[in-house]
């Protein structure tokens, strides 16, 4: 699935035709998390997320409501998906939400061209997510290369010890570890626990986190969880995310 969804993002993408200018200074996720920490709250990235190839997640709502109702439940940082085919994404959602909210803003996509960076700097990702499983070795540097020249932060994400060994390679500081297994979909955080001792940058735990448990145990190994499918789900999506900051 994951590589059928890579096809069609590499078919549908036709090159950035815009500038590499932005609205607003950049955020950092890295600082951010380290901010949290010493207040002695939970990192948590929370995620605008209305579906994915698995079905609704929300049936409704705004994005930039939705995004600021986590800011204030405490989310260090937010997450916004702009696939549209697969995830009901899109780039104008990025760019609303990088402006209703002060933290740092993450694009999350199957991004593998380095104008794919410039797309996010443009409409305000402050990071952009990169899936080191789904990529080349050339393509994962050019890509963590444009992120440097552009100041956006590059959030690897790794599945396996080869996918963190090819993040390193590349230049990779910032590491997302996906509990979910590529092949059967089905999430182990212990995949976290497995991985997070093999990696020497920022370590942010995605996939299958749903309570206060989860939050507790990931950051017992990694520095920031990132949450979509729960908070999305709740009826009360500031509360939800208080919940887990404070947990």
Do not use: W
């Amino acid at each position: 699935m994951f590589e059928e969804i890579m096809r069609h993002c590499r078919q549908r993408f036709s090159g950035f035709k815009g500038n590499a200018e932005r609205r607003r200074e950049l955020r950092s996720f890295r600082e951010a998390i380290e901010s949290t920490r010493r207040r002695g709250l939970n990192p948590v990235i929370a995620e605008v997320k209305f579906r994915s190839p698995r079905g609704v997640i929300r049936a409704r709502g705004s994005g930039v409501e939705l995004a600021r109702a986590m800011e204030r439940g405490g989310a260090c940082g937010i997450s916004v998906l702009t696939e549209e085919r697969y995830f009901g994404g899109s780039l104008e959602r990025l760019r609303r939400v990088s402006e209703a909210v002060e933290v740092p803003v993450l694009r999350k996509d199957f991004l593998f061209h380095p104008e794919q960076v410039d797309e996010a700097y443009c409409h305000g990702a402050d990071g952009v997510l990169l899936i080191a499983g789904l990529l080349t070795e050339e393509e994962l540097a050019a890509l963590v290369r444009r992120c440097r020249e552009l100041g956006v932060e590059a959030l690897v994400e790794v599945h396996s010890r080869e996918d963190v060994e090819l993040a390193e390679s590349c230049g990779a500081e910032v590491f997302v570890i996906n509990n979910r297994d590529m092949r059967t979909l089905e999430t182990d955080l212990s995949r976290s626990e497995r991985l997070a001792g093999s990696i020497g940058g920022v370590r942010i735990s995605a996939s299958g986190v749903s309570s206060p448990e989860d939050v507790r145990r990931l950051l017992a190994c990694c520095d920031a969880v990132l949450v979509g499918t729960c908070i999305m789900r709740s009826p009360d999506v500031e509360e939800a995310t208080r919940r887990l900051v404070n947990a």
